[in-house]
């Protein structure tokens, strides 16, 4: 085990409040929220790297930043002693602790200054600290590669679905006349997720367990996120809830959201493996018939298009929350290509969707590993030197 000293957050940087934004002019500089940048400005409120932790909000969502950068009063900004800690250490280990534990607020969860000073941080030596950082860097930066891969990968499959069937560029930029108008049920199945119980959820697997698929693992405008909410159900549990066992080529859609911040309503995931997740309620399974030619990436470029998902918005149910039914999901039009047309641009896309998904699954095992080494490397029951990535 490495040697290491326990000592308070306000032993090794001191925590200032970030400030509002509303002045700024238009620059270079970004300004951060919680839930990132949000817009670039004219002025720096620090010059050294950060790690930025939310004061209200999720708690959990922290933030390690290069100089220079603003950061708003929702978040929490640190002026870190270089002699002592590393930033890129420091972040990695508050990453570990659940900070959502020291909420203090009521209706909103929140932090304070006191709070956060008390937290206790294992320092190895500055050295140890560097060395632990890379380790976990190398990791994250991996993911991040493979993000940016995906990215540029549904870009290109995007523009392709605009070309084809929204511009209909190929085919003399008018829709042929026997493309058919139909409705989404007539090319997919669908279903809803299962109501669980939260009682009924583990937070941790337990013996054979699927992954329980839920609204928190659909990116905002489409796609799937590996690392998203974490429960379990166990197998021996499902033997009468099969239908809702996830199958890859699977289109997972998000039927709520919150009245004053759509973000996700209507938007879709694919399912890249067989048999190791079960949907959650107020999230519709997609899965396509076989009819048509019509694979899972059209339906996937369909469902997160901007005139479908407009469409598809303006028909939701508006209260508290606002919420798609079934039925409106189902009624969706959708004007469908003869099956050959369907065919050659699977053919086309189809492969792109593919490495999509392995790289999708390469990130759910990288951050599996590390966040096993993470508490490990942290509390020195893990010696750096051990460890190749």
């Given at each position: 085990?490495?040697?290491?000293?326990?000592?308070?957050?306000?032993?090794?940087?001191?925590?200032?409040?970030?400030?509002?934004?509303?002045?700024?002019?238009?620059?270079?500089?970004?300004?951060?929220?919680?839930?990132?940048?949000?817009?670039?400005?004219?002025?720096?409120?620090?010059?050294?790297?950060?790690?930025?932790?939310?004061?209200?909000?999720?708690?959990?969502?922290?933030?390690?930043?290069?100089?220079?950068?603003?950061?708003?009063?929702?978040?929490?900004?640190?002026?870190?002693?270089?002699?002592?800690?590393?930033?890129?250490?420091?972040?990695?280990?508050?990453?570990?602790?659940?900070?959502?534990?020291?909420?203090?607020?009521?209706?909103?969860?929140?932090?304070?200054?006191?709070?956060?000073?008390?937290?206790?941080?294992?320092?190895?030596?500055?050295?140890?600290?560097?060395?632990?950082?890379?380790?976990?860097?190398?990791?994250?930066?991996?993911?991040?590669?493979?993000?940016?891969?995906?990215?540029?990968?549904?870009?290109?499959?995007?523009?392709?679905?605009?070309?084809?069937?929204?511009?209909?560029?190929?085919?003399?930029?008018?829709?042929?006349?026997?493309?058919?108008?139909?409705?989404?049920?007539?090319?997919?199945?669908?279903?809803?997720?299962?109501?669980?119980?939260?009682?009924?959820?583990?937070?941790?697997?337990?013996?054979?367990?699927?992954?329980?698929?839920?609204?928190?693992?659909?990116?905002?405008?489409?796609?799937?996120?590996?690392?998203?909410?974490?429960?379990?159900?166990?197998?021996?549990?499902?033997?009468?809830?099969?239908?809702?066992?996830?199958?890859?080529?699977?289109?997972?859609?998000?039927?709520?959201?919150?009245?004053?911040?759509?973000?996700?309503?209507?938007?879709?995931?694919?399912m890249g493996v067989n048999d190791q997740y079960?949907?959650?309620?107020?999230?519709?399974?997609?899965?396509?018939?076989?009819?048509?030619?019509?694979?899972?990436?059209?339906?996937?470029?369909?469902?997160?298009?901007?005139?479908?998902?407009?469409?598809?918005?303006?028909?939701?149910?508006?209260?508290?929350?606002?919420?798609?039914?079934?039925?409106?999901?189902?009624?969706?039009?959708?004007?469908?290509?003869?099956?050959?047309?369907?065919?050659?641009?699977?053919?086309?896309?189809?492969?792109?969707?593919?490495?999509?998904?392995?790289?999708?699954?390469?990130?759910?095992?990288?951050?599996?590993?590390?966040?096993?080494?993470?508490?490990?490397?942290?509390?020195?029951e893990l010696n750096i030197s051990e460890i190749?990535?």
């Amino acid at each position: 085990m490495q040697n290491s000293e326990k000592v308070k957050l306000m032993d090794i940087c001191t925590i200032k409040y970030g400030k509002d934004h509303k002045k700024l002019g238009e620059g270079n500089i970004p300004a951060y929220g919680t839930g990132g940048i949000f817009r670039y400005v004219d002025q720096s409120i620090h010059d050294k790297k950060s790690v930025l932790i939310p004061r209200k909000g999720t708690l959990t969502n922290l933030f390690l930043v290069n100089p220079p950068f603003w950061t708003v009063d929702t978040l929490f900004w640190t002026d870190i002693d270089l002699n002592l800690v590393d930033p890129d250490y420091l972040y990695y280990n508050l990453k570990m602790k659940n900070l959502g534990d020291l909420n203090v607020g009521t209706a909103v969860p929140s932090l304070t200054t006191s709070i956060l000073n008390e937290v206790e941080i294992d320092l190895p030596s500055l050295l140890n600290q560097k060395e632990i950082a890379k380790t976990l860097i190398c990791l994250d930066n991996k993911i991040e590669v493979n993000k940016k891969i995906n990215y540029n990968l549904l870009q290109q499959a995007q523009c392709l679905f605009n070309s084809w069937f929204v511009e209909f560029e190929p085919f003399g930029g008018i829709a042929p006349d026997n493309w058919i108008p139909m409705l989404l049920k007539d090319v997919v199945d669908f279903s809803n997720g299962y109501a669980f119980r939260s009682k009924e959820l583990l937070t941790a697997p337990e013996g054979e367990c699927y992954h329980v698929f839920k609204q928190g693992h659909i990116n905002r405008g489409g796609g799937f996120i590996p690392t998203g909410t974490k429960s379990w159900y166990p197998r021996s549990s499902t033997l009468s809830l099969q239908k809702y066992v996830l199958q890859k080529g699977d289109i997972l859609m998000a039927m709520t959201d919150m009245k004053d911040n759509v973000a996700i309503l209507g938007n879709t995931a694919i399912m890249g493996v067989n048999d190791q997740y079960i949907v959650n309620q107020r999230v519709g399974i997609l899965r396509c018939n076989g009819k048509f030619g019509i694979s899972y990436p059209y339906i996937s470029l369909l469902t997160n298009s901007n005139d479908f998902l407009q469409d598809l918005r303006s028909r939701a149910n508006s209260g508290v929350q606002v919420n798609l039914s079934s039925n409106e999901i189902k009624g969706s039009k959708v004007l469908v290509a003869p099956s050959n047309i369907n065919i050659k641009f699977n053919n086309i896309v189809g492969p792109l969707f593919e490495m999509m998904i392995q790289n999708d699954l390469e990130n759910l095992r990288l951050s599996e590993i590390r966040d096993v080494l993470l508490p490990k490397l942290m509390t020195g029951e893990l010696n750096i030197s051990e460890i190749k990535v």
